[in-house]
């Protein structure tokens, strides 16, 4: 059976180490946070990750949701609504929220740890409070005085969940095509009917009510086309204790995260409220969707630390072999066989896992500290710089993160061997449940395309982040961090800046060739970058990463130099970084060197070419050339 332990020692780290979280009581709104609260929240945490939500994600995942077609209601597998009752008592639903609404406003930086415990604990049971918190965040955000009087104290209590209702038959990442209508009534509500599918915890039988943000077109002639004619609304289940017309058609039959509630909802007729402008919806729902990713990443994070925890103890106690540089040894040959930690290649999988987690860890906690500055600070100036910073690395967490998660399910079971196959050791539950993450809230290719077309190439974010990465460059060398690790990045950053001014010259290339009548092609250029963005999210993301390892590694020699408790811990963070800089920082050369290519391979092939049709290519034999030796030896055809 799979194990779970909160790292606490490493989440301390970032927080307290390099973070210095508690520098965030110097925001108004932050003023009481210290390294107490910040260690009783994570020490209460970690034990209803590990004692009362891991228990339940194997049996979860196996026991699944329960929907009744005639009451048109849905039952989470069992266990699961004792342990959000006991989430709620704790009062966390509301740990990062506004007082003004019964939350207890400490920042988000240490609410990020909650949801990297509950991830790697039971994925499927974070999605429930997950959602209601990114309902909560729009609501706060765009919702009239009167809905948040109504809906954020019970969202923040936990008495009542949320939903984000974008998804339709015919329409995902092309949201223009949503067919949902909302028809206007006399009383300033609206009729919403439409389907909608895909929807996370659309219902479940956890909390008393469910309050739905919906995308739909008002039916008015007014109403542009498109994306542009999308506006939100919120939809509860009960309306003053009437059920409201809201239900669920089904249970998607789902390849993992069985234990949440992934539900086709039909809105037939239901009651709703505008939030926010008409037509600006999707204004108000990117609140939430931003949100979202973040918490994608985080589930990516999450559940890769939980398969490294279970690989690392089976490669501690499983034994086979003996050590590659003795096997020539005849006495060796009869010796015990020895764990499979001691071989390379375990080694190789483990520590390529570790370090990326870890960098991971850093970057998601750090970006989380960017959302805390860019809403709360009130220095203008920094409150700008961090939600630049936000917005670049949003793609990259969540795509790398949920990338590597997959890889990490993967790489574990590998470990496992066998073994791993199995439902018994948990490995296969994990590599199901990550590979969801790569794909909602916007798939990791559209990730890719945010990050090149609308972050590096369009608002140009990528120099406020290169400039923070500068910064830390400059502290890491006066802290003692080693050369090689410091050129390793380098190396990496200078790949990045090539790779990026490379795409930028040929577009302002191509565009100004086209003005001025010299035949450019700029929708090349835009197709070359499209064909290149995954690799450059890639070579992005390493870089990022081994930005995070280069923080961790100066804080880690301040306190080696401070000769502060736990010297073991903080040389092997050194190790560890000395392991990501020489062997993965590499890739970012031979990233940069296939972005050089474009999208010309990718479209020259006809789409008629991708099927395997028949042709008269075999209808008729010919014989291969023969080859006759001349004098000179050379071989002729004939």
């Given amino acids: 059976m799979p194990s779970y332990k909160a790292p606490l020692d490493d989440m301390r780290f970032v927080l307290n180490d390099v973070l210095r979280v508690s520098t965030l009581s110097a925001i108004p709104d932050f003023a009481a946070l210290d390294d107490a609260t910040t260690g009783q929240f994570l020490a209460e945490v970690a034990k209803l990750a590990e004692d009362i939500l891991f228990p339940l994600n194997a049996s979860g995942d196996r026991e699944g949701c329960h929907h009744d077609r005639d009451a048109r209601t849905v039952t989470t597998p069992k266990g699961f609504k004792e342990a959000y009752a006991q989430f709620c008592a704790a009062g966390l639903p509301g740990f990062a929220c506004d007082p003004a609404y019964g ?5 988000a930086t240490i609410n990020t740890a909650l949801s990297e415990m509950f ?4 994925m499927a049971f974070g999605m429930y409070p997950g959602l209601s918190h990114g309902a909560y965040n729009a609501l706060h955000a765009y919702g009239t005085a009167t809905q948040k009087e109504k809906y954020l104290p019970k969202l923040v209590s936990g008495e009542w969940t949320g939903t984000m209702c974008l998804t339709e038959p015919q329409c995902g990442t092309d949201l223009g095509l949503v067919k949902t209508k909302a028809v206007p009534q006399a009383d300033g509500s609206y009729k919403i009917t439409g389907t909608k599918i895909f929807i996370s915890a659309g219902e479940h039988d956890l909390a008393e009510n469910i309050i739905h943000l919906v995308l739909a077109k008002i039916d008015a002639p007014d109403t542009p086309a498109g994306i542009k004619g999308i506006s939100l609304f ?4 009960f309306i003053d204790n009437e059920r409201n017309p809201v239900y669920c058609g089904r249970i998607e039959e789902k390849m993992g995260i069985h234990a949440n509630s992934t539900c086709e909802m039909n809105f037939e007729a239901a009651t709703g409220w ?13 609140v939430m969707m931003n949100e979202a990713r973040l918490g994608v990443g985080l589930q990516g994070l999450g559940l890769s630390e939980v398969a490294y925890q279970n690989a690392v103890t089976y490669a501690q106690e499983r034994r086979q072999g003996q050590p590659i540089d003795q096997r020539a040894d005849a ?9 499979i930690i001691s071989h390379p290649d375990i080694r190789r999988e483990l520590l390529t896992m570790r370090t990326q987690i870890e960098g991971a860890r850093m970057l998601a906690y750090w970006a989380a500290m960017q959302l805390d500055i860019s809403q709360k600070s009130p220095d203008a100036a920094a409150a700008k710089k961090a939600k630049a910073l936000l917005d670049f690395l949003t793609p990259v967490i969540k795509a790398h ?8 399910a993967n790489a574990a079971m590998q470990v496992f061997g066998g073994h791993g196959y199995i439902r018994e050791h948990g490995m296969e539950q994990y590599a199901r449940d990550a590979r969801i993450t790569r794909i909602y809230e916007g798939t990791n290719s559209i990730q890719s395309l945010d990050l090149v077309g609308r972050k590096v190439m369009k608002d140009n974010l990528l120099p406020a982040y290169l400039a923070a990465l500068e910064d830390d460059l400059r502290e890491a060398r006066s802290a003692g961090v080693p050369s090689d690790m410091t050129a390793a990045l380098a190396r990496g950053v200078s790949a990045l800046k090539r790779a990026t001014l490379r795409l930028r010259f040929r577009i302002i290339r191509e565009t100004v060739k086209s003005k001025i009548g010299l035949g450019g092609d700029a929708g090349k250029v835009l197709r070359d970058a499209a064909g290149v963005s995954v690799d450059y999210l890639r070579l992005c993301s ?4 081994g930005h995070m390892w280069l923080k961790m590694a100066a804080a880690a020699k301040i306190r080696l130099a401070d000769n502060a408790p736990g010297r073991a811990f903080y040389e092997t963070k050194l190790q560890s970084a000395a392991f990501y800089f020489s062997r993965l920082m590499p890739q970012t050369l031979a990233l940069a060197e296939t972005l050089r290519a474009g999208a010309e391979v990718l479209m020259a092939p006809a789409a008629e070419a991708f099927t395997r049709s028949q042709t008269n290519i075999a209808e008729t034999t010919r014989p291969l050339p023969t080859h006759t030796q001349t004098e000179t030896g050379e071989k002729k055809a004939s």
């Fill in 401 to 408: 993160l949920t990338d590597n998660a997959s890889e990490h």
């Fill in 542 to 545: 390493l870089v990022v990463l």
């Fill in 103 to 107: 939350g207890l406003g400490m920042p």
């Fill in 274 to 286: 505008l939030v926010g402008e008409a037509h600006k919806g999707m204004r108000a729902m990117f």
């Fill in 331 to 339: 006495a060796a040959a009869e010796a015990p066989a020895v764990p």
């Fill in 119 to 122: 991830c790697s604990a039971n």
């Fill in 234 to 237: 919120v939809v509860p289940k």
